[in-house]
């Protein structure tokens, strides 16, 4: 079978438990597999070498910066950017080997992810189809320089793919909020370091908004406990976000 002309970038750091998974979904498949990885210190790099044709080792300065660096090693001009915790079925390695062949319009093709908690597919509260802009000609595809949630830069039309990708995004309640915690301190420092103005107030309003609108509007609770606790926990980031904001200012007017 005739490797789909497409790099496949992903970006790791102590990924032992995923990296495999992750890469055997496109080994034999993709043209090439490249993984640049952030100083693990488990097996992750040990593990990508079996399957992937270029490992890469390059400390993190900030998401946007590493990802854009990552990108620009890859030989294609398609990339095809995952995560370690994601992975490809083979209905979309088919859809998107067509779509490359057959596609004169685009520049960039979202595709539907499917997250999961644990073994559940939690498929309320705006968690699915969560389109994810993965699949780009990397000369007209840029990341935000920033450290957490980098905007897209790009130059060209989007499409809209239709089959999944699957997306373990948290092994349980514990992990989950060891993710919100890192994320509100990326978010933090990324509100210091841009100069934005946060208030408290609007940081509770923002809070108090996103609990009803995910879990009523959005229908997490057909998704029973599982969907009141994801709409819950994504409700307290704003509030935690703000607060880590408040200490770092704090500090700063101390010094």
């Given at each position: 079978m005739d490797k789909t002309l497409v790099s496949v970038v992903v970006i790791t750091k102590n990924e032992e438990n995923n990296i495999a998974e992750c890469l055997l979904s496109v080994h034999g498949w993709a043209d090439e597999i490249i993984v640049v990885d952030d100083e693990s210190t488990d097996r992750t790099?040990?593990?990508s070498e079996k399957y992937a044709d270029k490992v890469f080792h390059r400390r993190m300065d900030n998401e946007g910066t590493h990802r854009n660096w990552a990108y620009a090693q890859a030989k294609n001009e398609w990339v095809l950017s995952l995560d370690s915790d994601e992975r490809i079925t083979p209905e979309l390695r088919d859809e998107i080997s067509q779509v490359l062949k057959e596609n004169k319009i685009y520049h960039a093709f979202t595709i539907p992810r499917r997250n999961y908690l644990g073994d559940y597919w939690v498929k309320f509260g705006g968690q699915y189809p969560a389109a994810q802009l993965r699949l780009f000609l990397k000369d007209h595809f840029k990341y935000e320089e920033v450290e957490v949630h980098p905007r897209v830069f790009l130059d060209g039309e989007t499409g809209y793919l239709t089959k999944n990708m699957i997306h373990y995004s948290y092994r349980d309640f514990s992990h989950f909020l060891a993710?919100?915690?890192?994320?509100?301190?990326?978010?933090?420092?990324?509100?210091?370091?841009?100069?934005?103005?946060?208030?408290?107030?609007?940081?509770?309003?923002?809070?108090?908004?996103?609990?009803?609108?995910?879990?009523?509007?959005?229908?997490?609770?057909?998704?029973?406990?599982?969907?009141?606790?994801?709409?819950?926990?994504?409700s307290l980031y704003q509030i935690i976000s703000y607060a880590k904001y408040w200490e770092m200012k704090q500090r700063i007017k101390e010094k």
């Open positions: 790099v040990e593990l993710k919100l915690n890192g994320q509100t301190t990326l978010e933090a420092k990324k509100w210091v370091q841009t100069g934005r103005q946060m208030s408290f107030g609007r940081a509770v309003w923002r809070t108090m908004d996103r609990f009803p609108r995910s879990y009523i509007r959005k229908k997490a609770y057909k998704d029973g406990f599982i969907g009141f606790m994801v709409s819950f926990f994504a």
